[in-house]
Every structure is written in structure tokens, then in C-alpha cells.
């Protein structure tokens, strides 16, 4: 079962603009939220992450919201970067170490 | 910090012979996953070890399917008798214990059974 969904599999955004990345999930256990993004043909890798206690976090150019009561998150990258074209996966975790991942959303950044 | 490594980078196979690959972790860390990614999905857990101690299977990892990691160091991932069903991205991951020590993933095993 699918307990993390990104429901968008795509998105393009102009560079310098925002790119925002959905994610839903359906397991109240969760305690930990991870975004990773990947590169073809190279492993995915980390990008940022939030515990449930909180409602944001922030590094730099990307920002990920989580709204419990919803169980939603999004991340937020400004501003957009040509490099930033990936893949980008939401991940959940529960039980200290199981990581559970959505399908991916990919971004392509035009410039 | 030289990553985690993983050989080979693919591998083809017939249907019915028996592949094995290996995962290299980032020395100071004492977690291994194996995860499996298929085309327009995100990686899918398949095991995990602390240190040598193989702590938990997927549903999805049949009795086909066996992972070591002796002593706590290396990892293998065996797959007998191959179906094309098999074929997919094996990826392997380390990280320190606790639940906010994210996950290092090797560039994964692309196998495809023929």
C-alpha cells in the first residue's frame, strides 16, 4: 500500500521562479519527513528533512512545510536553478529506520 | 567520505540463473538497507541490518532473494533463479542509527533478466 503519494509526477518552472512539490501521506506514525532528489543513473540523495513537531524547515534555497492535521507536505525551492532538474522524492519514517518513498515528481527548470 | 558503493552498476541476466551483488557502506555506519526502484516508482524497502544483525524483510523480498552482511561491514544481495519480474534498480543505503540520520544511497545495481 501506498502510504506516501506525490500526485503530481511533473513539473516545469521558469528559472528563478518558485518550484513547489506536494506530497501527501496516509500513516499518523510517521515522525520524520525527508525530501531526496536524483540525478539519472546516480543514487538518490539527501536534500532536506523535517520532524513532526515541527511546521518548517529551511535550508537556503529550499523550505519544506508540513501540515499534520492534513497530513500534507510541500517543499518549496527558491529560486529555481537549472541545476535543480531532478527527481525528487518525498520519504516518511517511522520505526527509527523504515523509510517509506513516494512515486517522485520531476522537475525540469527552463531557463 | 568516499559514499557508498555498489558493483556492479548492471548486470544482465537470463531467467533462471543466479545474480549476487555487493554494497559497500560508509565505514562508520552501522545501517544497511536494500531498496529496489522500478520505473516510475519510488525506491521500495526490501531489508535492513544493524551492524551484522538482519533486523527486518520486506513481504516483498521472496525466498528467492537472500542479503548478508558479514561482520558488519559489506552487504550482498543474492537473487536465485531469476524472473524477469526481478529486473529493476537495487539500491543500497547506510546511515548512523537514530531516525534523523538520513540515508547515504549508492548509484544502485541496474539488473535486467532476459
Known amino acids: 500500500d501506498q502510504q506516501v503519494k506525490q500526485n503530481s509526477p511533473s513539473l516545469s518552472v521558469q528559472e528563478g521562479r518558485i518550484s513547489i512539490l506536494n506530497c501527501d501521506y496516509t500513516?499518523?506514525?510517521?515522525?520524520?519527513f525527508l525530501w531526496y532528489k536524483k540525478y539519472p543513473a546516480e543514487g538518490p540523495t539527501f536534500l532536506i528533512s523535517i520532524s513532526s513537531i515541527k511546521d518548517k524547515n529551511e535550508d537556503g534555497r529550499f523550505t519544506v512545510f508540513l501540515n499534520k492535521s492534513a497530513k500534507h507536505l510541500s517543499l518549496h525551492i527558491v529560486p529555481s536553478q537549472p541545476g535543480d532538474s531532478a527527481v525528487y522524492f518525498c520519504a516518511a519514517i517511522r520505526n527509527d529506520y523504515k523509510l517509506s518513498f513516494g512515486a517522485g515528481t520531476t522537475v525540469t527548470v527552463r531557463a | 567520505d568516499t559514499g557508498v558503493s555498489q558493483d556492479p552498476r548492471h548486470k544482465i541476466t537470463k531467467r533462471g540463473q543466479n545474480v549476487t551483488f555487493r554494497c559497500d557502506p560508509i565505514?562508520?555506519?552501522?545501517?544497511l538497507y536494500w531498496y529496489r526502484q522500478t520505473l516510475g516508482q519510488g525506491p521500495e524497502f526490501l531489508t535492513y541490518?544493524?551492524?551484522?544483525?538482519?533486523?527486518?524483510k520486506s513481504r516483498l523480498l521472496s525466498d528467492r532473494f537472500s542479503a548478508e552482511r558479514p561482520k558488519g561491514s559489506f552487504s550482498t544481495l543474492e537473487i536465485q533463479r531469476t524472473e524477469q519480474g526481478d529486473s529493476a534498480m537495487y539500491l543500497c543505503?547506510?546511515?548512523?542509527?537514530?531516525?534523523?540520520?538520513?540515508?547515504?544511497f549508492g548509484n544502485g545495481t541496474r539488473l535486467t533478466v532476459t
Open positions: 543505503a547506510s546511515s548512523l542509527r537514530g531516525f534523523n540520520s538520513p540515508l547515504h
Open positions: 541490518f544493524q551492524n551484522e544483525a538482519q533486523l527486518e
Open positions: 565505514s562508520e555506519h552501522n545501517r
Open positions: 500513516n499518523s506514525m510517521f515522525d520524520y
